[in-house]
């Protein structure tokens, strides 16, 4: 298991100048944003500019670093949406328009992540309205929503299959896939596609209550990337707010934040112990959310805590159980 880093907190600055940054760090990995806002690099060029490929890979090759995975965070939202105001900072348009722009967008990134030889695409699905996970007022609602999912998914899926890629829904309470049972659901839907499997992070699971060696366990062999991620639950704030309280994450009163591992309430050794017997064996990418320190901060603090938790090699005993 290797210890990486998402470069979205650096967009910045250009991939390469992040890469070599987080390498003398002593980060071992990187996570890159391919969506088509982004800064650092666009799917497409990878299709387009033979140039621009060679000069991340001789950057990665230079630094030791390997890249784990492209992410599409952003234009994934539109699978499922939701297509009014929320998802206009991505494209204006019709309901239509937006599909066909997050559609053609996730699969442009599996085709740069199959020239680039990357394995994997993390992203999301989007969800037309979350709030059917409720059944009022229509208890039919989430079956819509299945329908959606299931729809628009597969076609994708198969892109994914012909370019060699996987991709690792994140589950989050903005998507599709939010738990232990939506997960579970999302495979049954689209008939267990090899290509399909799920991103790990653990503060979003905290964040709505889950036992995270619960995920690990039922979906050991789907889980294609770990952020790694931490979270607080401020116990003094609950009572006040709910866990699922709105506003900014600045708030002084939030009853729930993102922190940069060692900072928050995750198990971490746990974690890494479950992801071991499943035998995960990929990347960690540290994604940096937490708004009471900087950049830096977060990366010195992931390499002191999290790095020299890191399973390099597996048992190898006498007297071990087969």
Known sequence: ?????????????????????????????????????????????ALINKDRVREIKQTLKETGLVASALTCHEDSMLLMGPYGPDTDHIIQGTPEEKLKYGMDSLIETAQAANVMEIPVVVGFTGVGNWGRYYPFPNRQGWAIEEELFAERLTPVMDKFKEYGVKYAVEPNPINFV??????????????????????????????LGLRIENFINRFGDRIFNVHAKDGEVVAHNIEMGGILMTGSWRRLDRAYRFRVPGWGDVPWRKIITELKMVDYDNVMSYEHEDITMSREDGLEQVIHFLKPLIIKNPYVGPWRAE
Do not use: W
Request: with cysteine.
């Open 1 to 45: 298991m290797k210890l990486g880093y998402c470069t979205t907190a650096y967009m910045d600055r250009p991939l390469c100048d992040v890469i070599r940054m987080v390498a003398d760090y002593g980060f071992q990995a990187v996570e890159i944003p391919a969506y088509r806002r982004s800064t650092q690099f666009v799917a497409k060029e």
């Open 178 to 207: 939010y738990d232990i049972h939506t997960a579970q659901r999302a495979l049954e839907l689209l008939d267990n596609h090899p290509n399909f499997g799920f991103n790990l992070d653990p503060a979003n699971m905290m964040y």
